[in-house]
Each structure stands twice: as structure tokens, then as C-alpha cells.
């Protein structure tokens, strides 16, 4: 998931669609920031991949069981977002802000937003390893409509028709995706008995569990990262991260502790990692981690918000198609289309607003060409 961390940095926003920063200084490369997003959300969308990798005993084969807890992807988020806290610090000393963290103040925003994608990757890379791929990256993506709802309640921000349509196209998704909706051979269908138990997914029912709550817990931190606005990029991200490390070591205490019930013993974390699995986990923390965020990082400074947005979904194909390819999921027509749902009732709106930049940035380059051209005939007219 491209993290809502707030990475745009303040002062390279895009204004008076010329595309400087706040002083004029700086220009957007859109097809730098462009590449740079892709390479992001494709790094976002390989979790699947290592998480499986990091944690299974056989990577191919999720019937053979984990080596380690059912807890164990909790743990790896923590392992992930300490990267992200290193690289942070790194960025920070390398930029010459420890100053400007010093002055940055702690207000809740900023540590609930951090606290929440804590949670919702702890959440998230659990579902990698109790349910699909295709279950689990749909249903963190309900996050952008989570947020739209949070705003409107809390913020009393309006819906616009087209958000409320968006709305119930992501709720209807949900529902094909997990096959309470859709065709069969019989024809269409709705049964609420949920699939809670595959062969090679016994938990499933949790892991899908574990999925919806990640994307409320996304939705709630782009909420929150809603504020604060002022705050630098970096100094931001250090505190983040921390808050997300704590978020995402709370979720794997809770669920190792479930672990000392004899019935709830799979949860323990009981670790016995082999070698391969080992460099499963570094490379889940070192490319989901650092280097994704370092691309999104320069994504944020060269993209306007909603072209950042819309691309930042490249990870959900990228995660499908590693669950098809590398893992053998069937992907039948109600996942396909419970995707398009919730891929489009998410992405729709931003899509709106970066075709709505771009016609306000052509008017206001006419505007301005215009301006100079009558400008230019004042300064003849005074000549003769």
C-alpha cells in the first residue's frame, strides 16, 4: 500500500497549475514523479510476495504452514516500518532538518496517522498469509472511501454525488470479491455464507477479517494525515514512523498473547525461520520499505495530488498478478469484477481531479501567454 504518510513536502505543492513551488523555485518533472510513483506502488504491491516468502515453510505451498505464529505478519510490519524509521533519521540528517524536527510539534494528528497505517499494515501483511492476495489487497484499497466518510462525518466535508456512487460501487465490490454476490453456474447469486476455510487457507474467514480491517485502518490514517498540513515532509515521516512501529508492535503483542490459550496456540509467535526465509524478510523490509518510500518521496515533489493518487493503484495489479503468477490463485470472474469495483469507485474521483488540474493548468497557461501578448503589444504601442 502506497503509505498516506503526508510526502508531498511543504512548499513544493503545485500552485497556480505552473507547477513551482510556493516561491517559484522548484518544478514538477511529471514523467520523473510519474516513473518514480510506478516504481513505488510496484515495490507496495510485491508484499504479498516477500511476506509469504519471509514467513511460509514452503513458499509455494501455503497448506504446509508457516515457520512461525499465525502473529508472524504483525512482526514483519514492525520490521518494516523500523525500516521505515531508519530511513527516515537517514533522510533527515542527510537533509540538515534535525532542527526543523526539533520544532515540529507532536499533536495527535500526526501520531494517530502514524499509529494507523501501523495498524493497517500489521493487519495487512496477516491477510497476505491467512486468505488470498486478490482478498487481501482489495479490501485495504476500501481505504480511500473510508477516509471520504470519515471526513464527512467528522469534518462535515459534502459528498458530491459522484463520491456517494463511488461509495456504493466499493461496497457492491466488496461483496463480489468475497463471494457473497455474484455468477455461478447457476447464474447470478447472493449467499452471506462466507468461505471461512479453504484447503490452503484455513483461516481464511480471519484473513479476510484481518483485510477489511486493514483498509479501515488506511482510511483512518489518511484521515488523519488530513491534518496538519504545514507540517515538513520529513520531520513528519520520522515521527510517522515511530507511531507506526508502536501501532504494528501492538497488533503482534495482542495476537502473540492469544497464543498462551491452548486453543489460540497457532497465534504464538513461535520464530524458526530457515535461511530462505530470512532473506524473504530483508527483502520485505528493505524493498517494500526503504525504497519504495524513497521513490514515493521524490513521487510526492514531482506529481500533483490526484495524479499521485491514481497511480499509487498500480499496487493492486501488481499484487494480483504475483497471487496468479508466482502462487497459482485462481482469479474467477466475481474477484475480477469485485476489482474493477472497488479499484474504480477509489480511483474515479482522483482521476476526475487530475483531468480537472489539467484543464485548469492549459487555461491558465493560455492565460498567462494571452497576458504576455497583450503586454508585449502595450509595450509597442508605447514605443510608436
Known sequence: MAE??????TGTEKTNGNGKDGSGNYKMRLGFGTIAMLISATGMGLVPLFSRWATRTDMFNGAEGLNAGDSIGALMAVGRMGMGVIFFVILLLATHKVHVFKKLKLTPAIALGGLMIGLSLACYVTSTLL?????????????????????????????????????????IGMLFGNNLMGFNESGFFIDFNLQTATPEFPQKGIGDAFGLASGVFYGASMFFNGYRKDADTTARGVWNFIFAVLGAGAVTIILNSLGSSPEMANWALNVHFTPFNWI??????????????????????????????TIAYWEVPVAIFVGLVVFGEALTINTIIGGILIIGGGAVPSIKGMIAGRKLKQQEEISEKLAAHLEEEETKEGLL
Not at 4 to 9: G, I, Q
Not at 142 to 166: D, H, N, T, Y
Not at 290 to 302: C, T
Open 4 to 9: 498516506n504518510t503526508d510526502l508531498k513536502p
Open 131 to 171: 486468505t488470498t492476495v486478490s482478498n487481501a489487497v482489495l479490501f485495504i484499497y476500501i481505504g480511500p472511501v473510508i477516509c471520504v466518510l470519515l471526513a464527512r462525518i467528522f469534518r462535515k466535508e459534502p459528498m458530491s454525488k459522484l463520491q456517494w456512487v463511488c461509495l456504493l460501487a466499493v461496497f
Open 280 to 309: 524473504g524478510a530483508v527483502l520485505l523490509w528493505i524493498i517494500c520499505g526503504p525504497i519504495a518510500l524513497g521513490f514515493l518521496l521524490v513521487a510526492g515533489r514531482n506529481l500533483p495530488a490526484a495524479d499521485y493518487g
